[in-house]
T-cell receptor, first 114, second 115 residues
Framework: KNQVEQSPQSLIILEGKNCTLQ??????????LRWYKQDTGRGPVSLTI?????NTKSNGRYTATLDADTKQSSLHITASQLSDSASYIC?????????????FGRGTQLTVWP | EADIYQTPRYLVIGTGKKITLECSQT?????MYWYQQDPGMELHLIHY???????EKGDLSSESTVSRIRTEHFPLTLESARPSHTSQYLC??????????????FGPGTRLTVT
């Protein structure tokens, strides 16, 4: 069964600190992995997208890593800001269909305190 | 900022009413999607469309229906709303680039409450 599991479920950190969010998946055949940021009451916004051959990708203070062998990904946030408070969703796409179906994790709810 | 719009943003309605959630995109994307998301839970695909006059059901069974008469417009309709339909509904669209590495752009969502 294609699944995407994220940990931790929630995380509280102080402003300026770094943090790392984890994602494990069982989606096969794998096409790509994305990280989205979803503010409360808003739609998800893409942060990074990585294909099988990519190990790391950065977007400002966000750095995503991918280990396709162990089917694990992480999202590292450096020098956190209050505006980073949001849900971070790991999404994996398969290549077994024309649509390229997306499988969503439940997200990690990050809260940044001043 | 993605050019995909949803209205209304919030809707509180009584049981049995017919409702239509609007979704429009100005990016010329062929593919459009409707997702349902409950608090703290993952997004579930309920409908998608490859283009005009194309609609398909997604992974999660839904009593809603969709139509795609114009490329930019993908409305979702509930003929008779029930409390079990209370949820957040997210619309998304994507282009038809090579392979599966296409970006899905999401609208802001409609928070539906059925009393």
């Amino acid at each position: 069964k294609n699944q995407v599991e994220q940990s931790p479920q929630s995380l509280i950190i102080l402003e300026g600190k770094n943090c790392t969010l984890q994602c494990n998946y069982t989606v096969s055949p794998f096409s790509n992995l994305r990280w989205y940021k979803q503010d409360t009451g808003r739609g998800p916004v893409s942060l990074t997208i990585m294909t099988f051959s990519e190990n790391t990708k950065s977007n400002g203070r966000y750095t995503a890593t991918l280990d396709a062998d162990t089917k694990q990904s992480s999202l590292h946030i450096t020098a956190s800001q209050l505006s980073d408070s949001a849900s971070y969703i790991c999404v994996v796409s398969d290549r077994g269909s024309t649509l390229g179906r997306l499988y969503f994790g439940r997200g990690t709810q990050l809260t940044v305190w001043p | 900022e993605a050019d995909i719009y949803q209205t209304p943003r919030y809707l509180v309605i009584g049981t049995g009413k017919k409702i239509t959630l609007e979704c429009s995109q100005t990016m010329g994307h062929d593919k459009m999607y409707w997702y349902q998301q409950d608090p703290g839970m993952e997004l579930h695909l309920i409908h998608y469309s490859y283009g005009v006059n194309s609609t398909e059901k997604g992974d999660l069974s839904s009593e809603s229906t969709v139509s795609r008469i114009r490329t930019e417009h993908f409305p979702l309709t509930l003929e008779s709303a029930r409390p079990s339909h209370t949820s957040q509904y997210l619309c998304a669209s994507s282009g038809t680039g090579g392979g599966h590495t296409y970006e899905q752009y999401f609208g802001p969502g409609t928070r539906l409450t059925v009393t």
